[in-house]
């Protein structure tokens, strides 16, 4: 089978990369890019650790296919921080001791950032209801949406001044 020559933007950079019609966008990610940050949870769709933002939508990478990315803006956890700088998600995501083992965290911290892209001030309910589909084993979920409603806080505050 043949490879197909795919040209994206990852993390505002120009990328190039092979990949067999059949390969996911999650392994082109971690095999040829070398952006090890996006983890695979299930493979099918269901746990969200494998959480990336294409074209500003939150999307399983697990499920969708590497050459489906061709043209594509892509945000992964690896572009969060900037020039040494912690996202004020990440940053609260310390602060409330959101996080355990971590393999979970860069798809929530994703997801959360894809949230608060589109509603920078969002309800506790509707971020509840947005991270939904992000499974964490090791955490109880309110220290993560206490981190969530707290950056939302702070972002929005940044917007101000």
């Given at each position: ?9 990852v ?15 999650m ?11 996006t ?9 969200g650790?494998?959480s ?29 921080a ?29 997801a ?18 947005w ?6 084993r ?24």
């Amino acid at each position: 089978m043949s490879k197909i020559h795919v040209t994206t933007t990852v993390n505002g950079d120009s990328a190039e990369f092979l990949a067999g019609p059949g390969v996911t966008l999650m392994d082109a990610l971690r095999d040829e890019l070398g952006l090890t940050g996006t983890k695979e949870g299930c493979g099918s769709g269901d746990c969200g650790a494998c959480s990336v933002i294409v074209d500003g939508r939150i999307v399983c990478s697990c499920l969708m296919l590497a050459p489906e990315a061709e043209g594509r803006r892509i945000e992964t956890i690896e572009g969060l921080a900037q020039g040494g700088q912690l996202h004020p998600l990440q940053q609260k995501f310390l602060e409330h001791a959101a996080l355990q083992c971590g393999f979970c965290t860069p798809g929530i911290l994703m997801a959360s950032k894809a949230l608060l892209d589109a509603n920078p001030d969002p309800t506790e309910t509707e971020a509840r209801y947005w991270l939904a589909g992000n499974l964490c084993r090791c955490t109880g979920y309110d220290k993560i949406i206490r981190a969530v409603m707290d950056a939302a806080a702070e972002l929005r505050q940044e917007r101000v001044a």
